[in-house]
């Protein structure tokens, strides 16, 4: 067990052996309500079963941010285990979260002053934060204390990138970014919009293509073009698209010196708006931050 404590949420992306391996406390992005039945992500519903639920009826598909309280209750669990403990939030500006996290820790914090917490806003989503939170575990087993693993963090999560291709636009209007009505006429056109998350962790519109295939090799193009190196650790998540997902791997393997290459499920908390088939690479160079 290492003295830091890695805590994320499910956005991450991260798969549960890979958690298990590194002492990664994952928790739920937000809650899940389907009519009148409530579910807590990756707890009391599966990943497979939510975006069943988003195919059955989209709109009926909401969800609800974590309380302080909640992330209150998951400190103090942590802390029986060690005094320090990391958590690595989404992007704040696509959620409550680091905001809601850190109230948590706040209340916590005053009950239990020798517990060491730090909530770092990663400033990004999917497989970009899931890297990000990997370097910190890693970080963490071999022996770094807090602020030596909050530094890795900051250095990868500066390097790290993150594009996403949509299957459909479908699902957008979940987002607000359209009318369900024009969502429906941007569908039947086939359009697949390709998006950045930022510096900042804002998603922007960066192109679009009509065939799959097509937006391969735009994803790859745009990767080598903001990476300026081939040799990468990739972190790819898929919405419901295991298929779509191994094929964009196997050509990321033949355009790359894959340093590490994850396959992981997009959590539905995300792509309820991004729809089912939606694809989102996160990566980042070697850094050399663990000699």
């Known amino acids: ?34 009519g009148d039945q409530n579910y807590i992500e990756g707890v009391t519903i599966s990943v497979t079963e939510a975006y069943e639920l988003i195919k059955k009826d989209p709109d009926k598909f909401l969800t609800s ?25 989404m992007a704040q500006v696509l959620s ?14 005053a009950k239990s002053p020798q517990t ?28 770094m204390n807090l602020d030596q693993v909050v530094y890795v963090a900051e250095q990868v999560r500066k390097k790290s990138g993150g594009f996403m291709m949509l299957d459909t636009l479908r699902y957008i209007y979940r987002t607000g970014r359209m009318s369900k009505e024009e969502a429906s006429k941007a569908a039947a056109l086939n359009i697949k ?22 937006g391969f090799k735009k994803l790859i193009e745009l990767i080598q073009k903001e990476a300026g190196t081939d040799a990468l ?28 290459l994850i396959i992981s499920d997009y ?10 088939g939606a694809l989102f690479a996160g990566f980042h160079p070697e850094l050399d931050l663990f000699k």
């Open 1 to 34: 067990m290492p003295n830091v404590l890695v805590m994320t949420d499910t956005v991450a992306c991260i798969p549960n052996k890979l958690a298990e391996e590194y002492h990664i406390k994952i928790v739920p992005a937000a809650n899940i309500a389907f």
């Open 65 to 89: 941010a974590m309380t302080p309280g909640y992330f209150m209750d998951e400190y103090h669990k942590l802390s029986k285990k060690s005094s320090d403990i990391l958590h690595i939030t």
């Open 193 to 214: 919009p390709i998006n950045r998350v930022n510096d900042e962790g804002l998603v922007e519109f960066v192109d679009s293509v009509t065939e799959r295939e097509d």
């Open 116 to 143: 060491n917490i730090r909530v770092m806003d990663s400033r990004t989503v999917a497989g970009a934060q899931g890297l990000v939170v990997l370097a910190a575990a890693r970080a963490a087993a071999q022996g």
């Open 233 to 260: 650790h990739f972190l790819i998540s898929h919405a419901a698209a295991p298929e779509i997902a191994r094929e964009f791997s196997e050509l990321l393997r033949q355009k790359f010196n894959c340093l590490s």
């Open 267 to 276: 959590s539905p908390v995300m792509g309820y708006g991004a729809g089912p």
């Open 96 to 109: 409550a979260n680091f905001k809601t996290a850190n109230l948590g820790a706040d209340t916590f914090r």
